[in-house]
């Protein structure tokens, strides 16, 4: 009798096999070539369902389909660098255009994949036809001989995470008590610096999932039970760590690191749905990965937090930001409540690409993948018209449980004087004192100074503010919190609403002043 877990991760290896049997080949016998790695997962779950007994009758002919996840496999394989006299031995390319056989070894899809194609020969090889299963074996061969996990743990990031996984499961594989002892030593330190000063990338999306997933690889393949057990010790910490931000498929608060996908909407749930499942899984599937292979069962206390969201939780973290190369302390707050979340970090620091998202309230996540983000930005290095992340440094911000305020203090001289606002879709009302409305379960209020205009997008709406400074106040709350005010409509809300005021004063310090009447004063 399979458990809910295990059900939902049946259900994820379902829908993305009949989206590789549905998808057209290209002529170069895969299904992509932006990227190596999507063929690889389409085709480890394609393989799964082709040889699973209950999952055969979903396709159309399970025995043509297992031939064709067999052959992209062939060819993913067979891409790799094997010449130990060429670059990145060992390594495959990353994006095949404009031909696969013409693409240069890239360092990143190994770091993942190589754990991943460890797990999946695991599972499958008695099921693989004899030709695969030699070419596994050379590939493992000739990654564990690249060795591009052996580099020290020094930024604490998922690159190195990734690495850590790799000691451990190829110095296992290999008999390589050397790298294995460096695998468990990385852990070690690893483990010692989250837990003390928590993960520089907060709130990374996609890279948090390569964390779960190679050190849920490396968990799986061990055999050795106190190994496994120290393994077991960071993927608890990492789900709570994951538990302490998640609301129904939302991760919610700041975020370092992310990407288009997982901006303005949470689209990348994969695992979360394996592991919680109390949010309906839409069709679009922008990160398949290894969700509906791999799932750590989260500790009890971790499920309770992620899932009880009936009494209200307060999340205050410090985190010790290091990958610019020196360490900046970083502090975030984060409320949440069953509907809703409202929170981010204080300081705004640059990082790679400048993906950093400063605040947000989020909603849960919704099956039509709407947006379920609510926040505001000033453009920074990077942005670009559709891209609602890369803000700049111009922002003071002030976070108090379902409140939070902002204001913009853009040089005259900047290129960009626009603040940019991202609106879920819902029920919003121009006021004179700014924007009201409905958002799911949630009555929203946006006291704003300045002159804006409001733009209409298929799945949000998005707000251009211009001010002398611009500034903002942001108020949520549920609609069992609202009646409990005495608010029993949106109009009796908006009402309220009316009454309320924003001021922006500069204090003794520099930095501004709020004074603010909202909702619930």
């Not at 670009?384 to 449980?401: I, M, N, T």
């Not at 609609?479 to 924003?502: M, N, P, V, W, Y």
Request: charged share 25%; proline share 6%.
């Amino acid at each position: 009798m399979l458990n809910g877990q295990e059900q939902r991760q049946r259900e994820i290896i379902r829908a993305v096999a009949l989206k590789a049997q549905n998808q057209p080949m290209l002529a170069s016998g895969l299904w992509f070539h932006h990227d190596i790695r999507d063929n690889f997962y389409y085709a480890s779950y394609l393989f799964a369902a082709a040889v699973d007994n209950e999952m055969q009758s979903l396709l159309v002919n399970p025995a043509d389909e297992k031939k064709k996840a067999e052959n992209v496999l062939r060819i993913v394989l067979e891409l790799q660098q094997q010449n130990p006299e060429q670059p990145l031995y060992g390594h495959f390319p990353l994006n095949l255009n404009p031909a696969p056989e013409l693409a240069n070894p890239h360092e990143l899809p190994v770091e993942l994949m190589g754990s991943l194609m460890v797990y999946f020969y695991q599972r499958y090889k008695e099921q693989m036809v004899a030709d695969l299963s030699k070419k596994f074996e050379r590939t493992l061969v000739h990654i564990y001989r690249g060795g591009f996990f052996r580099k020290p743990v020094q930024m604490f990031n998922h690159h190195e995470a990734k690495y850590t996984a790799a000691k451990i499961i190829f110095g296992q594989r290999f008999e390589d008590q050397e790298l294995l002892d460096d695998g468990i030593a990385s852990l070690k330190r690893t483990m010692e610096r989250v837990t003390s000063q928590g993960m520089p990338e907060y709130g990374a999306l996609p890279w948090f999932w390569h964390w779960v997933q190679a050190f849920t690889s490396a968990w799986e393949l061990t055999g050795e039970p106190v190994l496994q057990r120290q393994l077991a010790d960071m993927l608890d910490y990492l789900w709570r760590e994951r538990a302490l931000f998640y609301l129904k498929g939302a991760w919610v608060g700041a975020h370092s690191r992310g990407w288009p996908h997982d901006a303005p909407a949470d689209r990348n749930v994969l695992h979360d749905y394996a592991q919680f499942g109390d949010f309906p899984l839409g069709d679009y599937m922008p990160r398949t990965e290894y969700a509906g292979f791999l799932c750590y069962p989260a500790p009890q206390d971790a499920r309770e937090t992620a899932l009880e969201r009936e009494q209200p939780a307060e999340v205050r973290k410090q985190i010790i930001k290091i990958d610019t190369g020196e360490e900046i302390p970083l502090h975030s707050y984060t409320y949440v409540r069953k509907d809703y979340a409202a929170g981010g970090i204080l300081e705004r620091v640059q990082e790679f690409d400048n993906e950093q998202i400063r605040w947000m309230v989020s909603f849960p996540v919704t099956a039509d993948n709407s947006v379920n983000q609510l926040y505001f930005f000033h453009p920074g290095e990077g942005w670009r018209e559709g891209d609602p992340r890369h803000q700049s440094e111009y922002a003071e911000v002030l976070y108090e449980k379902n409140r939070i305020l902002a204001v913009f203090p853009i040089p005259a001289d900047a290129s960009q004087q626009e603040v940019i606002g991202i609106l879920p879709k819902g029920l919003w009302f121009m006021e004179e004192a700014g924007l009201v409305g409905q958002v799911q379960n949630c009555f929203v209020s946006i006291v704003i100074k300045g002159r804006y205009e409001i733009v209409e997008h298929e799945h949000c709406d998005e707000v251009r503010l211009q001010g002398d400074p611009a500034a903002l106040a942001v108020e949520v709350w549920g609609l069992d919190e609202a009646t409990a005010l005495g608010i029993e409509s949106l109009s009796a809300f908006t009402e309220r609403f009316r009454k309320a005021s924003l001021t922006v004063e500069p204090s003794i310090s520099g930095r501004s002043g709020f004074i603010y009447k909202g909702i619930g004063n």
